[in-house]
């Protein structure tokens, strides 16, 4: 990959210098200042070997530093590998071993979450911390960074394959998988630029965390276009009303759970703040309910609410619109400008007829490049151009898209999907439990929660507590499951596929749907 004649935040930064880039708690830094705080991190980065496709794991909550990151690989041409700050230990070695990361950059608060992948990830060259205490197996990023050059970086090399990101996801197999994406195309960024209506002078609040590829994308959107990031560390629904009054925010992304803590406020704690200046609010990670959708806009605002449904490996597919959240209910909107949707039944042919579900798969130039270290998988699963996340869905007579049962096994709990391959595996290696099936039951705070029913091995017996614990030593806390049912044997039918659907349907017996 070659690097522009200017970069993007460079332009900015010569053109407009004294404008605010960037907000964290009392902290500002102009275009002028934020660029040369990316600019030192990416020469340290270019002085530390970090060339056109280097793979760079970073780790830590939202922060200044996060977001300079970001914005330093990106001059640097280097594949930003983003990790999740959640995982354990084990989960954490993975990632870092199979994203073959030259450099490891941390916030030191994760120390404890790096240590075991400090010792084992035998190819990582350096690890570099940020703020706090460093350990004595990493080096300061904040003092090697106080002496590297503002000057714009010369990126090393070319590599126009290795793509520019590489978002881990779980996968039905059990093992996280790299989505490996390349540069967005600029037609379909856009496409939805116009269709949100995004402008230059956009005040974005960080209200998920940056690892994930929505809430990163949009800042980047209104970064890019000469916007203000209002970077919340840990999200508490008071400070949010707090930072969209004082900052006048006016563009945001949010699963579900934080705005439902956001509007379970007292009436009089809402209404006590401005929030007229938030113009784009953008839901995705998990389904909305529409009784959620139905109190934003009485608590919070009419006019101002997109829903958008995709993936990480597909993006953005669909965008349900403001004027329609209460016309469309159940609906995830029409489909993305540039995107191409289409429905299939099981036997392969297309599904034209209204209100007829079918396996929805997606064509255009949103979608991923590849899974890394195993190519070609995801796309052997697809029909030539058109590629699925196993999602079901129907359309109605405008063309509106409904999603009516999403990839069997997915758990998606407060916006983050599981996969309970991974968990089922952790339990079995347990010696008190012979069989495990992992699903999702309906959660009034998350939407869904994790529940395991198991087999317990004979002679065995495991406590509830002592399932969580073992759980807890090899997975991240909010994969362990809630809740434990003791069965006699796993329902499987004649291929030995698991009826997960045998387990979960009694506790979805009093919702209208999965995903309501």
Not at 243 to 269: K, N
Request: hydrophobic fraction near 40%.
């Amino acid at each position: 990959m070659t690097a522009p004649a200017v970069d993007p935040l460079a332009a900015l930064a010569a053109a407009t210098p004294s404008k605010t880039a960037l907000i964290e708690d009392d902290a500002r830094l102009t275009y002028a200042e934020f660029n040369a705080l990316v600019n030192r991190y990416a020469n340290l980065l270019v002085d530390h070997g970090v060339r056109a496709g280097t793979k760079v794991v970073w780790c830590g909550r939202n922060s200044t530093a996060v977001v300079a990151l970001i914005a330093a690989l990106r001059k640097c041409g280097a594949v930003g590998v983003p990790l999740n700050y959640r995982l354990s230990q084990e989960e954490t070695t993975y990632v870092v071993e199979n994203a073959d990361a030259a450099l490891v950059m941390f916030d030191a608060e994760q120390a404890a979450q790096l240590e075991a992948a400090s010792r084992q990830a035998g190819e990582v060259r350096s690890w570099l911390a940020w703020g706090g205490s460093v350990p004595e197996w990493a080096s300061s990023l904040d003092a090697l960074a106080a002496k590297s050059p503002e000057t714009e970086p010369v990126p090393l090399g070319a590599d126009p394959a290795a793509g520019t990101s590489m978002f881990y996801t779980s996968g039905t197999t059990g093992k996280p998988k790299g989505v490996v994406r390349g540069e967005p195309d600029p037609a379909l960024v856009l496409g939805l630029v116009g269709e949100i209506g995004f402008e230059p002078g956009d005040v974005y609040l960080t209200t998920g965390p940056l690892y994930h590829s929505g809430p990163m994308s949009f800042m980047l959107i209104v970064q890019l276009m000469g916007g203000t990031v209002v970077v919340m560390r840990d999200f508490d629904p008071e400070r949010w009303l707090d930072l969209v009054e004082r900052h006048r925010v006016t563009a945001t992304f949010s699963a579900p759970t934080p705005i439902r803590r956001v509007v379970d406020l007292p009436d009089g704690t809402i209404r006590a703040r401005d929030l007229s200046s938030l113009r784009r609010l953008i839901a995705n990670a998990a389904p909305w309910p529409f009784e959620l959708k139905r109190r934003y806009i009485d608590k919070i605002g009419e006019g101002s609410l997109f829903e958008v449904y995709g993936s990480t490996e597909l993006g953005v597919d669909t965008i349900l619109r403001p004027e329609d959240q209460l016309r469309k209910p159940g609906s995830c909107g029409r489909a993305a400008p540039g995107v191409e949707i289409a429905l299939f039944d099981a036997e392969g042919r297309p599904v034209e007829e209204p209100h007829v579900p079918g396996d929805l798969y997606v064509r255009g130039a949103a979608v991923f490049n590849d899974y890394y270290k195993a190519e070609g998988k995801f796309r052997d699963a697809g029909r030539g151009e058109w590629l699925t996340v196993g999602d079901i869905a129907y359309r109605d007579e405008e063309g509106f898209y409904y999603i009516c049962d999403r990839r069997t096994d997915m758990i998606i709990s407060g916006g983050v999907n599981i996969y309970p391959a991974e968990i089922e595996a952790v339990l079995t290696a347990h010696p008190a439990v012979a069989d495990a099936a992992v699903f999702g039951v309906p959660s009034d705070e998350w939407g869904e929660s994790v529940h395991a029913a198991i087999v317990v091995a004979p002679g065995g017996a495991v406590t509830d507590e002592q399932l969580r614990g073992f759980c807890r030593e090899h997975l991240a806390a909010y994969k362990t499951p809630r809740g434990f049912d003791r069965i006699a044997e796993i329902p499987r039918n004649p291929s030995g596929k698991t009826l997960k659907r045998r387990l979960r349907d009694p506790y979805w017996e009093s919702r209208d749907s999965r995903l309501s």
